[in-house]
């Protein structure tokens, strides 16, 4: 049985459907992990310029909070 060219376009596009409906969960699972990723680097980074600025602003202690010792309070 010969397929002919109307055939072959019918099963392209069948295939390509069936391809992205299997596809399509793994995508939106793939987006929700890079959003939640993407959530905590920016989380990160605002902790960042936060501790930075603390520890860098004129006027403030240019010593870390963790290295301030019990007898120089």
Excluded: C, H, W
């Excluded at 699972?29 to 004129?58: C, N, W």
């Amino acid at each position: 049985m010969a397929f002919t060219e109307d055939d072959m376009k019918a099963l392209r596009l069948l295939l390509r459907e069936e391809l992205r409906a299997e596809v399509r969960p793994f995508r939106n699972e793939v987006g929700k992990r890079f959003d939640e990723i993407a959530t905590q680097m920016d989380g990160l980074y605002q902790r960042d310029e936060t501790r930075e600025q603390e520890y860098v602003s004129p006027g403030t202690d240019p010593t870390p909070r963790s290295q301030v010792r019990l007898a120089d309070i």
